[in-house]
Nanobody, 119 residues
Framework: QVQLQESGPGLVKPSTTLSLTCSVS??????????WSWIRRSPGKGLEYIGY???????YSSPSLRSRTTLSRDTVNNQFFLQLSPVNPEDTAVYFC???????????WGQGTQVTVSS
């Protein structure tokens, strides 16, 4: 059974960097042909797809966030990461990591982590 767990700061100041970690157990993030995604949910925008990192390490980011998004991974510790910089109050949301993306349905989700951007 695949389990995903998001972690990171709950409060981030505007114009700084948001860094989130997704820790995966029960499956390897390098297993063919899975993709590992970040999604967020905010009251104003609903669900918004951020991007993915694939089993090969290739990445894709949503065009609306691409200039501010960095996706990476640690295959030794079976984790993948999201950096968003610089952040603004509109980035306040619940951030989820999930297995899936690139046309494949999301079959496993983390519980989500609330991130508030405020000074």
């Amino acid at each position: 059974q695949v389990q995903l767990q998001e972690s990171g700061p709950g409060l981030v100041k505007p114009s700084t960097t948001l860094s989130l970690t997704c820790s995966v157990s029960g499956a390897s993030i390098t297993t063919n042909y899975y993709h590992w995604s970040w999604i967020r949910r905010s009251p104003g925008k609903g669900l918004e797809y951020i991007g993915y990192i694939s089993y090969t390490g290739s990445t894709y980011s949503s065009p609306s966030l691409r200039s501010r998004t960095t996706l990476s991974r640690d295959t030794v510790n079976n984790q993948f990461f999201l950096q968003l910089s610089p952040v603004n109050p509109e980035d306040t949301a619940v951030y989820f990591c999930a297995r899936g993306g690139y046309g494949v349905e999301f079959d496993s989700w983390g519980q989500g982590t609330q991130v508030t951007v405020s000074s």
